[in-house]
């Protein structure tokens, strides 16, 4: 009874069966048996209105005709005399019994009322035992009772496997449900036809394989992957996160293991996969200190893969985002030796994933799914599958029957940067400011050739928030930044502040990001990128994870650091001066466009370049030759 599933947060494991429900039968026994408790105390207590007399008294006393009533105890004769000293309670006497003939036909005579002495029943014995246990059951409970509370696996669940509870017979997802990854697909192909028969491989003497890493960022679909596998091979799927195994317990993981394998093997061919593998395999050398828990798991888990029959279709499937900080045990042949990449989806499995998710809502003839393919760069298959369900919210939110392009436009920009603020006002002045910020950062962009066309500039704010921002697409796919576009991209990130500075003379608050991600850019550009003179080539930095944007740690001494610091901000500031440099040659662009986008709010990026064509037409001459006298 291993009440304690805890719910996981991935959402994968909804098929759970056991619920918490024992608590209602435990507070049901503490209630009972403390009734009883109380029962035997009362039941006891009137013993002490009872006194020891000697035989000869009892004797006396019965000549005397003092006794209402003996019973007979079994060991002893209990005395009620006729006479009660106190009217409340009832006081008794008692004697040992003895071999006496003439006691009865005495009793008789005196008319004395007799009750005779009834043997235990089991019943009454076994009550007997309950009783002197009684305590220590108690003690037991309670304490299990906290046990679970403090989030332990409970004494007697303690050891107890989670894998029945995790167990899929079919996971029904195919290959098919997961679009793109056509690489990380091809690998599991392999492992799919080894489940089917191994028989064919043991034949030829070949080693069946027996782990595969699922390695990449967040959700790309390891999971998803996993199932597909076992749904194609039609095979037992055992799935059990890696914080699963890790409990107060030193110990408990290590037979959490061994359960779940010995159930796995019971169960081949199967699929046996540990999400987040990261949690209990992480290398065993760390400075920090050692973990015993973690490593006694780890060690079982090396100990039970190495334990698989050479004819045991199990295999195991490991997913994690930090492949890095993983044991070198874990990864050598014979154990996770295949280690298969899901990357973040390029163009084409963006526009697949899409497909595959639209397939279950309804789209008008206006959908393009390469356009928001095209638009949403860098975003996992999570992201794409919660923009097709935003969206159809959307639709149904403006009573359409089916989704719209715009909709699935809308939907990009909600997961991206969060709800509309509908009610959040801002005032005249503060309008203005974000208007020309904003108009800032599009100029900036439009004016470098090397830069991406803006598609939407808005003033509307955003629960992210931001009180506004410009929206860009790429006309297409990039893989790589050259140095000049990674420049560009700084001018743009300056020309928010530097429109503030341009026409309100002081600086807000509001470039707080812009600042960040410049500098962060600026940084790799010095550290990472090899894009400065000053250090050449030098790897100054080294990224800490390969799938998670979790920092990074500087290798150079301290002196070095200083001054990278400041090629950072010269970096920026040299940045900063263009930007301020190309908005003041096209302060009247500026204006013109920022005071369209305050009465408006939101605009296209065709009506920003209508107005940005117009201008630069008018005066076009005079900014040639203006730049030319600059240079
Ligand atoms: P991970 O385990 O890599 O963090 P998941 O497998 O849990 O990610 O993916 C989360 C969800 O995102 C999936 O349930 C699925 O709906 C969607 N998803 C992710 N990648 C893909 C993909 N390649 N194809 C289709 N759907 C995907
Ligand atoms: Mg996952
Ligand atoms: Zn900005």
Redesign the pocket.
Known sequence: MDNNTTPNQ?G?NHHKKQKNKPNLGLFLFLVISSFIIMNYFMKSSDDGKSKEITYDAFIDMLEEDKVDKVEDTGLTWKITPKTQPLEEVEFTYYTGKMNDDALLPMLREKDVEIQPYIQDTIGTLIWEIVWSLLPFILIFTVFSFMMRKMGGGGVMGVGKSKAKVYIEKETGVTFK?????EEAKESLVEIVDFLHNPQKYVEIGAKLPKGAL?V??????????AKAVAGEAHVPFFSLAGSDFVEMFVGVGASRVRDLFEEAKRHAPCIVFI?EIDAIGKSRDSRMGGNDEREQTLNQLLAEMDGFENNQACIVLA?T?RPEVLDQALLRPGRFDRRII?ER?DLK?RE??LK??AKRVKLDETVKLDEIALATSGA???D??NMINEAAILAVKHGRAAICQKDLFDAMEVVLMGKEKKNKILSTEERKIVSYHEVGHALATALQKDSEPVQKITIVPRTSGALGYVLQTPEEEKNLMSKKEIEARLVTCMGGRAAEELVFETVTTGAAQDIQQATRLARAMVTQYGMSEKFGLMGLESRESMYLDNGTVLNCSDETAASVDAEIMRILKESYEKAKKLLEENRDCLDQIAEFLIEKETITGKEFMEIFHRIKSEDGEYHQEELIFAE
């Open positions: 991935n994968d449900d997961v679009a793109g990854e699922l990449g960022p967040p959700g790309t679909g390891k999971t998803l992957l999400d997913a985002n899901v989806p499995g697949d994933i595959v998710h996992v298959g999570a794409l599958a």
